[in-house]
């Protein structure tokens, strides 16, 4: 990929100091956005009680943050690449803090959802951070492998992010969870300030803030109908037959428009390519097969005093999540030696297929569930997706990408996985739901991983429709 830079790009200085700078200075701003969608996951309840408010109110701040992350992520990519992405970056971490500092300070509610709102321009800083990588690490073999490393970190700081969360809710309260990110999120920008440099794209026209506002429209509806949908029973079937047609009109509206823009903000050539729309297919699909059997069905499972492990609360994150987010942390940068030497595709392949092995070892658990096997699938799913397939399907997103829109792959790629951890609750859930109403819950929880397994085998013939980054150029 050929960018244009204020400074020309350098390689490994002697003894890859510029580089190891680099590095640093991108992992801290990932793991700045990694602490703001992972460390309030065990505060929550704490939350709830300190803002005498209900834990639906607090869970919609969640889904909040997560729509907000999905809709920065569409655009934030491709205005780094007209304006600089060190700019842009910096503007995104700049945000975060004062998301942070406002939702420290928030008396009630509606102001913690303000500064979730903040918190949510974090949602495209990984790539971002891979596409300043790129700009610097041209030579395919050494980006596979730094990439990783990057990437790695957006599984979770091998749970340890999760576990210092609950520990700081439980002893000085949720506010103290919210400066402590703040605090990251200024050595993020520090480090940014000194170590990163300014890059663009090639061409820097205009941004198509039309296009923004119709695809914006168009993904924010799809994921409020999808979030609906995961009610279940409860789900106003109306609001979500309005929501869809709104969706599929403003889509419609959105690829009319690209289509007659000099410089949109995605060209309907590049859409009806096989490098959008096949990974996207791909990072869909896998992303609703495994994502709620690892965040839902498996801690569910190993809690559930009749049909699971009968674990608390307190210690199943260290069978199921923290197991999985550690080993995912450390095969990380192993899936990038693996691609460097066989490809993004092959891996993403051998990950997809490893993880539908997972799940259907996840059957038998489910059907006679442990401790010690939900640990085994934790780690199994832990290495084949977190630890592969989510790493490839990130890489696939920077080195598709076409050389005069080098942004606008891994914005959607994001809006794709974000799209997808909905998808995988409404769905998923739903199969559970109805098996566990006419067969038991043994039977909902297998039923599930069923459903899991043929997403994924569907991800897995969506893998072959992604061609190689060098037929894109």
Known sequence: MTEVSSKKPSMLDKGGRSIVALMVALLVAIFAFQLNASMLSPALATMTRELKTTDSQIALTQTVFFTAAALFSLFLPRLADLVGRKKVLTGILISTILGCAVSAIAPNVTVLMIGRILQGASGPVVPMCLIMLRVRVSEEKRYAKL??????????????????????????????????????????????????????????????????????????AAYLAINEIGKLAGANLSLVAGLVVLAVVFFVVFWNVEGKNSAPLVSTKYMSQRRTWGLLSCTLLTMTGVFAIMNGVVPQLAQDAKAGAGMGADIVSFATLTPYAIIGFVFGPVAGMLAAKFGYRLVLRAGILVSVLGVVFGIYVAASPSVWALVVLSLWLGISYAGVANIMLNGLGIVLSPKDNPGYLPGMNAGAFNLGAGLSFAILYAVMTNFVQSAGASAGYIASMVAGIVLLALAFACSFLIPKPEDCE
């Open 147 to 220: 990439m990783a490393i990057l990437t790695s970190v957006n599984g979770g700081i091998a749970g340890v992010d999760a576990l210092l969360g609950g520990w700081l809710a439980g002893n000085f309260g949720f506010r103290s969870v919210f400066w402590t990110m703040a605090a990251i999120g200024i050595i993020a920008v520090l480090l940014v300030a000194f170590y990163a440099e300014e890059s663009h794209a090639q061409d820097t026209p205009k941004m198509d803030w039309v296009g923004v506002v119709t695809l914006g429209i168009a993904f924010l």
